[in-house]
Structures are given as C-alpha cells and as structure tokens.
C-alpha cells in the first residue's frame, strides 16, 4: 500500500494531537506542503522495502499490494523526525497556544528558535554532516513559516577569510528596503572553528549595532579526530563587542537562544549565544518547547532610546529576569549553587558547569562547603554583579578554564584575569578578607567527575595553579566512582554497529506510551566512525520522573549489544550496574553455547555483578514476522527492551504492546489491516525467543586479562548522517577485479576480514574431503555413501549426536549456463551487504555467488514473484506474476511447488523480466545449509569427522529427473576438496551414566547417530570403563544392498558390545519385515532395559515408523509390567519430558 495524502495528513493530525493534548487538529488544518513532503519520503521509503517474505502480501482480485502491517514498520523508522518537525512548526491556529514537551537535541533547540525569529540564517560548518543549522536548512527547503509567518530563509556559505561579508551586505541591504525603523533579524549559526575566519567583520557588526545573533557550537578536532570541545577559539573573539551568553543543557540552549534574540532586538546589539558542541550539542532530552504565541509574547522590540553600553549588564539582567518568570526556570549573568556558606566557590564560564554541578551533588556527601559559580553572561562583565554573587563566607576562588593546548595550561586564561581583576579592585563589604586565587585548566572540563573534583579541591588547599592534565587527575577520573540508578532514574545503554536508531526509536517510543511530562527521556548518543571495522555507536537513554540534572555517572539497568563481537573491544559490563539486564544479540540459548564468544573479563564481571544475561536472534525473528533484518531487528530490540525492563519509573507503561500498536494506528489510520494484532504478534515471537542464559560456575574463578578496554568509544568526527542507502534497501554493487584486490591489500582501510562465510551467523570450518565411498552397489537405485573430513587444525569440536551443517554449491555447469543465458560475466566482483547491514559488504565474483551463496534453483518465494513483475515489460507476463501470488492463484502457485519450479525456471519462463543483477542478488534467497546427522565420535577419531548419506532425486511431471542440491554436490566431491561446515547441537546424548542401556532404532541413513554412540561407547569400555548393554534395531530394504556398517555391526556384536542386534529387510522374504516387528519379539528384555535399568530409547530416520514402535514398547510395558496402554503412553511422555525417550525423525 502506497501512502495518500488524505492518510498522511490524518496521521500527522493524529500524531500532533499526541504531542500537544491540549491541542485539537483535524487532517484541515495541517498545511499542504507539508503532508506533500511527508507523503512524498513516505513512498519512497515504501518502495525500496525489501521483504523476502512469502507472507507479507494480502491481495484482492489479481491487483497485489503491500501488507499495511509492515508499512506501519516502515513509517515509523523512516519518519519519527518528520513529525517531530510538523510538532514544531505547523501553522494551524489551533496550535499557537498548546504548549509540550518535546524530545529534542541541543542543536535541534537552537535551530527551532533561530529558525522562528530570523528573516534570513547563514550556515558556516566545517563539516558536511552533523553541523549546527543542518535541520533548519530542511525546514526552509520545506516551506515552513517563522513566527511573523514568512517562511524561513536559510543559506549554507562556507568558511573562509572575509566570512560575514554577506552577512553585512545582507543587512545594508534589508536595512535600505525595509527603512531604518526596522532593523533585521539575522543569524549565523556556526561551530568554533569557523569563528576565527570572522573575527575582522564581528568587530565591524558590532560597531554598527548590528541586531545579528551567532549560534556557536563549540568544538575542536583532536590530533585523532576525536571531538573535543574548545572555548579557545570562542573566547578569541571576546573583545569584539558581542554580547556572549552561555547554555550548559538542552532546555537552557532552547532558552537561552531565545534570551539571545530577545537582547539582540532591544539593546540592539550583536549576541554570541555558545554551547558545548560535544555532549550538549548532540544529548536529547525532554524539554519544554516555547509555541509561536509564547515566543511573540516574549517579544519587546528594540527601545526608543539606544541604550548605553555601560548599562547593558542591567539590561541583560532584566531580560534574564523576565523570560526566568515566563519559563519557570531561574537565569542570571552569574548563577550560583552548591553549600550556602562555601570555603571553596569554584567558577566556571558556562558551557563547563554542568559536569561540575552534576559532580558537586555527589561530593556534598563526602565534603561540605563547596560550591559553583556560573558565568553565564561573560560579555559584557560585570565586576559588581559577580561580587554579588560570591558567597562572602569564600576563602578560596578555583578559576576553572578549558583549553585544549597544553602549553596555555602555565598561562591565565580570560576568565582567571576578569575574576582577578573583579577580587583586587572590586568593592568588598566591610573590608571582608579576599579570598584566594587558584587557576585550574584542562582540555575537557565533561572530565571533572566526583571522583577529580574531590582531588581538585584538595589539591587547591596548597597550590596556586592546577594541571588538570597530570597524572593524579587521569587516576582520578579513571577512578570514578559511579553511582547506582535509583528509584526515580532509569539508564539503559544501547550498543550498535548500524547507527543509532534502535535507541532514538526507543525513547521516541517512550515519550509517546509513557505519560507525558510525568517521564522525562534524555538520550546521549556517542559515535566513532573512524572504528576499525566498521563505525560504532553507544547510546544511552535515561528516564526520569524527576526534573532535576542527575549524576552524569549513573550506571545501566539495561545494556543492549546488537553486535556481540563489541563485548571483545570493549568494556561493556563497566558501565553496568548490579543485577543489571544484559542482551545480547544471537543464537545462542545455554551458557555452554555462548561461552566461547564471551571474553574472559566479560565472563568474569558477569559473575560478579550478577548480571541477568539474555540472547535473542533478532534477524530470525524479522525474517519470520516478514520483516526486513537490519530495520526489522530495531524494532525487535524494542520490544525486548520493554519486556525485560522492571524499572519503577516504567511500571505505569502497562500494556505497552497496546499502546504501541495505538501509535501505529495514529500513524497508518482506520486504512491499517489488524497493525495492532501484528505488533502483538511480533512481541509474542519476541517473549518466546528470549532465552535466559544461566553463567556458569566455572566464570567465577576465571582470572582476568587486564586489558583495560574502553567503556565506552571515542568520539570522532565526520558522523554519517546520511542514512539514504541505508532506508532504499542496501543494495549490491558491481565492481572489478581492481576493488577487491584494494580490499586485500588494505585490509585497515576497508576494514576487511577473512570470515570464511560472513553472511552466517553460526561459526564454521572449512575441512577436507578424505574419503568418498559408495556403500550400495552401484546396480542399485538407492546411491548410499559414506563420507569423511580432515579436521586437522581447523579447530571443529563436536559431541555424539550433533549434526554437521554443509553449505552445498550449486552445479558448476548449471550455473555457468545460467549466467551466459542472463548476460552475466563471472568474473566481475561484486559487493554484497551481509544479512542486509550497510557498513559490512561480502566480496564476491559473480560465479562465487551464484554457485554458492544464491540459490537460484531452489523454490522462489512468492515475494519473487511479486518484485519479479516490477520488472516485466510485457503487460501479460506482468499480470500472469501477479496473478500467482493473488487469492485467485493460489491452486496454481501450489502446483507449481509441488512440481519443484526455481528460480532458474521462472526467470526462463517470464523472459521480459529481467532485474538488474545488483537487484536479483537481493530477490534469490540464500542457499541454507543442509544438516546430516555425525556418523563418527571424534573420541576415535580425533581429526575426523564423518557421514552417512543418500542421494536424493525425483521426476517431475515432464520427465525430467532433478537432484538433491546438497546430496548433488557431496556426492560429488573427490578427495582433496574443501567443504564448508558448522556445527548443529541436537537431544541425541547418552545416558548421563555408561552402565545405563541405549535401545537405538534406525531406519536407512537413520543409522549414522548410532555408529557414533557404538563408536564412543567402544573407546569408552577399550579404556576399561564399565558399559552397559547396546541394543540396535536397524531397517532397510536388502540385506545385500542396503546393510550400512554391516561388517562393523557385526564386529561390535561379535565382541559383545553390541549385546543384541535386531535386523529387519523388509523386502529379502515374502512376507514384509519392520523394525517394530522385531520390537515386539524382544518384549521383556525391553521393559527390563527401561523399566528396571533406566534405559534411553533412541529412534531415527523416517516419520511413518514412530506409532508403530510407540505401539511395540508399549505392548511390551503391559505384558511384562503390567502397565496398560493409557497409563505406558504418559509414562512415554515423561520419558521423553527427561530426554529418555528422544526421536529424531524427518
């Protein structure tokens, strides 16, 4: 179903009156060029969908459209910040008073307000993407009004010298239009080091009065490319006459951009309004958002009067006064907090005062009579009003300053040289004693946890000047202490290797299924996207009932790894608290299956914090709810978060599937197809595949590695925001020779690696055929053989009874025809994404891929058939495709199945439909390893393992005679080739005890278990441990032809470990013979073996057998054990409840 504009503008409508309650919008009242644009990216999210699901179509007639269900998946991935922006910027009348919270970044707060109050904007970024003024220039490109209701104008320039150039000639230039009476509202929204550039002109703008407001976001690039923030080039223009004024949060970057508007307009000056442009920039929080009629409310204009530059502190001081009353939230020039009557006043100058005052709130347990003195107006200064500030009880004055170059840290920087000047010559009260001055520097102030803090003001009792660069102060940030969430917090940490959105997602989900302003939802997202291997998310969402700032080191309830390979380069328990929530993503179920992907660190903290650990393949659970694997294992990771969480600022979310689905309806409308009972759906396949993984005794006294990894990645540069390739399908790319060899020769660059199939998720070996050898003659028509593999330093382990996985090759020749019949080359190299992830592609020729990755003569899918037709040219064969996946198809399709159609023969058979190969790659689904019971114990033979195989072919209708595509090509491996294997684990175990009897039945290749537990039990009892008895009933049709092992079975029995051997060929006498025959005949000496000696029973190879041997042990329960039937069939159950009773049957 492709979206209308009627349906999206009910959505939006809908979804606005879930932002703002007090607010009542119909689909009218939302501007047209907006449902336009929404509807517009809405579609072509929907058409690129890749689904490979046969289910995810619901028809009418012969016409397909896609199932709502899923486009409701894709509607809230692709536009959760689309109606965030319709939220803010709608024209609707109704919305003018409503007022709300919003989940919104410190950039994104900034740009709303100078994107509401300025006539024209002016970007100037040193980066092309996750820049400061990047939304608003989509706001302009979409027509969206500012508050005197023209739309916002908008234009990117770049840096260089002379920058602000235009912006002069731009105000000359609106001054001589509009008339001296209206001064112009411009913006210049820009990062720190852009700033230099435009020293020269902010001298001339301020000079001319100049109304114009600087958004800085201040930021550097480390010698690594790490971002780091940098006052130094802020502060570098602080004699230029600008007003600067400070944000140290999210809510306060939204207001103080607003107080920054409000000062420029009526003193008529020029405002550099700055923030910390690497936590607060980039952090989300819930905040409260001020409407259009709340910002013209605010509004004054400039004075009659030109007010005189010695009095613009009182001003300022007014206007901060004034907006604190309007938004509840108290603001001053310079703002103090901490013990009321401080030995020690630490001051900060704005941007750096939020990690200290998060960090003073866990000292006061510790240490009294400290506090922090914020300078949130730093120009102009006001000597008087910082005096009044300080509390007079102070001794000492820390004068905290960042600066990223070491050599300024002898220096005094700006702030200590205004804060000495304001202690040596300002007016004291009754000749108070002055207190003394220490300076302290360092590159990041975010670096002052409780832990640096409490050495800071230690160390400041004796010393004048503080490196907070040394090494006592990197112990003591390394020794932080973290505190434990409490009632009113809840912290989860989200871990990723595909971009942040599963988290943003989540606490989007939150806002909305949570109530309102009761939940306040903080994100702070950290990306590295200069990772070897690809870049790396860590994202933490924290939920509070409360208000008040908490402690930046609050420690994780809840940590999420979507790619479990993290655990090994980081410190992912570091962070986490006790009995904390571990998810990991994969398809492990027990402690024993996960234990080898688990560092020993991870293994050992584990223990140590009692953490609840949990597994859940998320791409297996998209794929069976029809969804894509990398969007669609998002959700699946949402509804897995709010299953396991138990926090008490979550227990009011109840029912949270119902209100999830609530909002999918919002978004798809009364049009939606049962979205409600789907999201269900999915969350009961989530609840069932969870699995609790029990740690294991032996972690506890593991000893650690001392590796120290990071907790938590390096902010870097260059973020990709650009999620495009990402949202259309990731789809492959053709390449030559040249590409794959700068894959090889460059492996840290491309961050390539030798995984020998990185498109499994289960680990696997590449072992060698040793021995290849037919067991039936070769006049008969059933083709048995037996097979065995090297496994010499390859590092396979397996146990009895699991199975060998075999990634099969299609037939060379087949494939060869298949490509020159299609037009394709063999040798071109193309990229594939693995499992649909766009940061890691698989390297392969096209006869690799088609030979043994695609499996293009397997049974298509009904999704082929429907992407097939895209692509028909001739309207009949379009119709006839689409016919077979509809209602009216149905008896069709299934006849086709029957008939084994692939691939192969409905491309042949729709010829004018012929997808781009970067397209075909993604419509065939993968060949799927096939599994094949261990016929060996690797107890004999160490380096070995082997197999008991039939050949598989059939006739179709037309006569011909098709083939088992993995029996096809293990029949024909020769000794020396290299075949790629896993391991499957399976209930086919001994007893616990070797004097325990096993009862086996096998039927044809049913027998190859069995070989393996004759096998293990001989090297058992060769090393004198004492065995119990061995019972084997085999079946097969001749004894000459079809008595697989025989000379090996006889052995066994005739050295009597094999105590009975119970043979039936059916077809060697008239009168046919079954295995359960022979059953029958051993009666007692079976009720004894499991009644009396508690005997495992084991039965492998076909279906049709299993009532009639259930029969044959139940018979001999009665007559020897006088059980009856009702009673000897539950007490089966129980028997094979305990995995006594186990049947491996296909």
Known sequence: M????????????????????????????????????????????????????????????????????????????????????????????KLENASAIHLLSGKNAIEYIAFALSDLSFVYSAFSTDYLGKSAEQWAQSGIQNVSRYPGKVIRMDTRAGALTAVQGAINYLDNVQGQAHKPQLSILTSSESLLAMIPNMHALALQRAPVVFHVSAHGLSSELERIPSLDTVLAARNTGFVYLASNSVQEAHDMALVAYLVSQELQL?????????????????????????????LRGSADVTVPLAQTGDAIEAILERTSKAFG??????????????????????????????????????????????????????????????????????????????????????????????VRFGQWVNGA??????????????????????????????????????????????????????????????????????????AHLLAGISSGAEHLVNINVIEDSYRPGGPVTHATIRLSTETSQQPATVTSEYIAVQHHGLVKEYDILGSAATKAIVLLNGPWSTGDEIESKLPADFKLVSTQKDIQLYTIDAAKIARECSLDEVRGAKLVFELAYLNLVNSKPLKRVTDFTSRIAGLYDDVVGSAAKEVGQYVKDINSKVEQELKKIDLLPPWTILESEFKNLPKIPVSRAAKNEDKTQAQVGDVAQINKY???????????????SLELRPDQREQNFLVTVTENKRLTPTSYDRNVFHLEFDTTNTGLKYDIGEALGVHGHNDEQEVAKFLSWYGLKGSDVVQVPVNGESSIYETRTILQLFTQ?????????????????????????????????????????????????????????FTSAKPPVERLVRMISHIKPRHYSIASSQRMHPNSVHLLVVAVDWKRQDGEVRYGQCTRYLANLKVGDKVTVSIKPSVMKLPPRDTQPIIMAGLGTGMAPFRAFLQERAVAKASGVEVGPIVLYFGSRHRSMEYLYGEELEAYHEEGLLSHLGLAFSRDQKEKIYIQMKMQEDGKMLHDYLMNQEGYFYLCGPTWPVPDVKAAIMEGLREYGGIENAAASELIEEWKEKERYILEVY
């Open 270 to 298: 020029p405002v550099l309004h700055y923030i910390d442009g690497v936590k607060t920039a980039n952090e989300s929080e819930s905040i409260n958002i001020a409407d259009y009629t709340a910002i013209k409310h605010q």
């Open 738 to 752: 040249h590409q794959a060899a700068f894959n090889l020769m460059f492996k840290e660059a491309y961050n390539s």
């Open 329 to 422: 939230r108290r603001y001053q020039m310079f703002e103090y907090s901490g013990h009321k009557e401080p030995d020690t006043v630490i001051v900060t100058l704005g941007a750096g005062s939020q990690s200290v005052q998060q960090a003073l709130r866990q000292l006061n347990p510790y240490a009294d009579r400290v506090g922090v003195l914020n300078a949130r107006v730093f120009r102009p200064w006001s000597e008087e009003r910082f005096l009044e500030a300080l509390p007079h009880t102070t001794k000492r004055i820390i004068v905290l300053e960042q600066s990223e170059l070491e050599s300024d840290v002898v220096s005094n920087g700006p702030l200590y040289m205004d804060v000495a000047c304001a």
């Open 2 to 93: 492709f979206a209308t504009t009627a349906l999206v503008a009910s959505a939006i409508a809908s979804k606005l009156n879930g932002y703002r309650p007090d607010a009542q919008v119909t689909a009218k009242d939302i501007p047209h060029q907006v449902v336009e644009k929404v509807t517009t990216e809405l579609n072509k999210a929907i058409s690129h969908q890749q689904d490979n699901s046969d289910d995810n179509v619901s028809t009418t007639s012969s016409q397909t459209i896609y199932d709502e269900s899923s486009d409701a998946t894709y509607l809230k991935s692709a536009l959760v910040d689309s109606f965030l922006e319709e939220a803010l910027f709608s024209n609707s009348s």
């Open 853 to 909: 990755t695609l499996d293009v003569f397997g049974r298509p899918t009904k999704k082929f058939y429907e992407e097939l037709a895209e692509f028909a040219t001739d309207e009949k064969e379009k119709g006839r495709l689409l016919f077979l996946v509809s209602d009216e198809g149905k008896a069709e399709y299934k006849k086709r199945v029957d008939d084994t159609v692939t691939y192969n023969d409905v491309l042949h058979e």
């Open 433 to 506: 004693k002055k207190p003394d001055l220490v300076a302290a520097k360092g590159s990041d102030l975010a670096r002052i946890t409780v832990s640096a803090l409490k050495s800071l003001v230690f160390v400041s009792q004796t010393a004048l000047r503080v490196d907070l660069e040394s090494e006592e102060f990197a112990a003591a940030v390394a020794d932080n202490e973290v505190v434990q969430p409490t009632a009113k917090v809840h912290s989860a940490t989200f871990w990723d290797v595909n971009g942040d959105e599963t988290a943003r997602h989540i």
